[in-house]
């Protein structure tokens, strides 16, 4: 905004392997993290712009999910469900499940997937 940058967000690769079954290989969708906006620009409209923009690309780029790690009263605006409904689990533990979200894009590449979400390694370090 005015050559300032107010907010950021950013999308990297999450994977689910699936060892056994009928299905087999591993299944890359997209995690949102992070993201922020500078707190005198906050309640906005600026993170739902980012997140809304953002989702349209990783659609547009036939990515079958997205999951989030996040505010649960925040992200289900955007479409956003627990992951478990799905069968998802999350990698780490401690986390509470209400916080751990996702979104199916294309169902039938998702149909009758479950298991556990990885981030990159990278975020392994962040926590
Ligand atoms: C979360 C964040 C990115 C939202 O950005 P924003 O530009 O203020 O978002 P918007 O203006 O689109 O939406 C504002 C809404 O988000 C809600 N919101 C903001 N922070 C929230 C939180 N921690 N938990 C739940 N809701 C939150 C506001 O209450 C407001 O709700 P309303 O629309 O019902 O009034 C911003 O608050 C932020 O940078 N927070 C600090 C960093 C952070 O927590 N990042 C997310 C990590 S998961």
Redesign the pocket.
Known sequence: MDDKIV?H?FFSPAIIKIPTGIITGVIKGMG????????E???????????IEGLKKIKDSKYPFVI????????P?FGFQRALEFGLRFQWDGVPDDAFMAMILDESVMKGVSGIVKYRDEFNEAM
């Open positions: 907010g967000v949102l993290a992070p993201m922020a906006v500078l707190p620009f906050q309640n906005r409209g600026i993170g739902s712009m980012l997140v989030v790690l996040g505010h649960e009263n925040y992200y605006r």
